[in-house]
């Protein structure tokens, strides 16, 4: 699976959006763009996750570049809840399920 | 979305004794789990594949005979952390697929071991 470079940290203003890029320049075509968060000491919430077109859900945004080599995540109205390490994973679709987590992007939501 | 339940929450044991975990899924069947272990201010690192009706696959540098995988049925799995030392004290958390192809993984909610 093409390896994925987040920032390491974020901080946003309760109440905006947050938006969460996402490198991921060596993606090939049958793979896909998940987000996954981790509120501290809790498994992994999945997100959203898109292969070519935008995707919006009741939980956020996907935004993927026509090249597909980025993508952001945006959270539209950030709460303090949503305080969280935000993981950016690219898999193939025929990957038997396996996911490599990076380091994320700890985003902290300031009221 | 699916539920993906974990057993216990969190566990306390001395070391030298055997720990079990289960994992299940709730409202779904799960031919395929998988485990992972999260140390403090670490990312999450896949030990295994569990596969029902099989034998689980480890990942490099995990220890087979310590962490033991049985996935006995569609919606269990369970892993047993055997002779544990305070060294194996970590986050351990358990996934679970809903169907193929381009479909998300759902995580439980993760069990805290501490090895005393």
């Known amino acids: 699976d093409a390896k994925t470079t987040q920032p390491p940290s974020m901080d946003c203003a309760e109440g905006r959006a947050a938006n969460l890029p996402c490198n991921h320049s060596?993606?090939?075509?049958?793979?896909?763009v998940y987000w996954y968060r981790q509120i501290h000491s809790q498994g992994p919430q999945y997100i959203i996750h898109?292969?070519?077109n935008n995707e919006t859900n009741e939980m956020a945004s996907l935004i993927i570049t026509e090249d597909r080599k980025s993508s952001t995540l945006i959270l539209p109205h950030a709460t303090l809840r949503d305080t969280a390490v935000y993981y950016c994973?690219?898999?193939?679709?025929?990957?038997?399920?396996?996911?490599?987590f990076g380091a994320g992007t700890t985003v902290t939501v300031r009221a | 979305g699916a539920v993906v339940s974990q057993h216990p929450s969190r566990v306390i044991c001395k070391s030298g004794t055997s720990v079990k975990i289960e994992c299940r899924s709730l409202?779904?069947?799960?031919?395929?789990m998988f485990w992972y272990r999260q140390f403090p201010k670490q990312s999450l690192m896949l030990m295994a594949t569990s596969n029902e009706g099989s034998k689980a696959t480890y990942e490099q540098g995990v220890e087979k005979d310590k962490f033991l995988i049985n996935h006995a049925s569609l919606t269990l799995s369970t892993l047993t952390v055997t002779s544990a030392h305070p060294e194996d004290s970590s986050f351990y958390i358990c996934?679970?697929?809903?169907?193929?192809?381009?479909?998300?993984?759902?995580f439980g909610q993760g069990t805290r071991l501490t090895v005393v």
């Open positions: 060596t993606i090939s075509g049958n793979e896909y």
């Open positions: 996934s679970a697929r809903q169907g193929s192809g381009g479909t998300e993984a759902f």
């Open positions: 994973i690219v898999r193939a679709g025929s990957n038997d399920y396996k996911l490599s």
């Open positions: 898109g292969l070519k």
């Open positions: 409202d779904f069947q799960a031919t395929t």
